[in-house]
């Protein structure tokens, strides 16, 4: 109700804690305020947000998502701008269903492919556990979604002959590189990120390596031995290194924007490596499904492996390891020949 206030009259209305006056001539026309205010304010109410919408929830999570690696920051944003074209960034999050977002996942499974839907399956249910966690969310309809079945296709691995014949014609600093990447079984990411000073430790023969495959996205780092190769490979590198303030092992020297800074990509290094020794073209990642699979020929323990490759689970290395099951040699010899069926029958009889 309007007060009087000296010679005039304030009308005054309080909703949702938030306090509005307007002072009047007359307690009428303070009145009539009052009734047009507040019909006016519980209109705009009623078109505000009942909640977070998709935008701002995107908008959120990429800025979270920044402490992961490259790659993964760069396939959560994807998705991000992928559901906000199919859902409108308006959307209020508490409108989006397990039906919507499983119609959203078999219609990437349509256009893409089911590993493709899997892996925005994946990244939907840590965007909603993010949205539990730190902005209230009380649901995830993500959680009761299911995956699609799809064909792993085993990566290429190259069979030795082909690394050794990259090996013979890569020139003695490209060598550097390769024996980097076969004697730690490393990522790209990893050795591209190598510096001097920290990284390498001639004095004790030791290389410490760092990712962000982490829950948080920190890094994470350990120190492994150098093998002789490789110790006399970054040896020769450091004293014939063209950058001599850069900290990093690997720098570019090709003309470009990125010359005299760490290598962030080289896409034309393995091809142009492959094409000269005339093999099958396989990239850097590659070459860690070749030294998994390599020291599991060699009889070493998939523990053994795991610990070198660093991975978190033992059945993620037993994916990069394509060896020969040598338990089963020789178990199946002589099923069909006519000498090993006859034994076969002898022993029947002889058992009747």
């Known amino acids: 109700m309007p007060y009087k206030e000296k010679d005039k009259w304030r009308g005054k209305v309080t909703l949702n804690g938030r306090r509005h006056t307007s002072l009047h001539r007359t307690k009428k026309a303070a009145l009539a305020w009052e009734h047009a205010i507040r019909k006016e304010l519980k209109k705009k109410e009623k078109n ?9 929830f995107c908008s959120k999570y990429a800025i979270y998502a ?59 249910l840590a965007m909603w556990n993010y949205g539990n966690k730190f902005l209230g969310l009380l649901e995830n309809p993500v959680a009761i979604t299911s995956k699609r079945a799809h064909d792993r296709k085993p990566p290429y691995t190259p069979p ?12 003695r600093k490209e060598k550097v590189l390769l024996d980097c990447y076969l004697h730690t079984a ?20 030791k290389i410490r390596l760092g990712t962000r495959k982490t829950k948080d996205g920190s890094m994470e780092y350990v120190w492994i031995p150098m093998a002789d190769e490789m110790y006399e490979s970054l040896l020769w590198l ?65 523990k053994t492996i795991q610990q070198l490759l660093r991975h978190k689970k033992l059945n993620t290395t037993e994916r990069y390891i394509q060896s020969i099951n040598d338990g089963l040699k020789g178990v199946t010899d002589g099923l069909f020949d006519e000498k090993g069926t006859k034994k076969r029958h002898e022993k029947e009889r002889g058992c009747n």
């Open 48 to 56: 505000l947000p009942r909640g977070l919408d998709l935008l701002t």
């Open 66 to 124: 920044e402490r992961f690696s490259r790659k993964v920051y760069d396939e959560k944003r994807s998705l991000c701008k992928r559901i906000l074209k199919t859902w409108e960034p308006a959307t209020l999050l508490q409108d989006i269903t397990p039906d919507t977002v499983q119609t959203f996942l078999d219609k990437q499974a349509s256009d893409r492919s089911a590993n493709a839907s899997n892996r925005d399956r994946k990244n939907l």
């Open 160 to 171: 030795t002959e082909d690394v050794l014949k990259i090996l013979l014609v890569a020139t």
């Open 186 to 205: 490393a990522r790209r990411s990893e050795i591209f990120r190598l510096t001097w000073v920290e990284d390498i430790n001639f004095e004790r023969r």
């Open 238 to 302: 450091w004293n014939n290194r063209k950058f001599k303030q850069s900290p990093y092992v690997f720098v570019d020297d090709h003309p470009g924007p990125n010359f005299g800074n760490p290598y962030k990509v080289r896409r034309r290094f393995m091809r142009s490596l492959c094409e000269r020794a005339g093999v099958k073209p396989f990239g850097f990642h590659a070459l860690r499904h070749f030294v998994a699979s390599r020291l599991a020929d060699m009889g070493k323990s998939s």
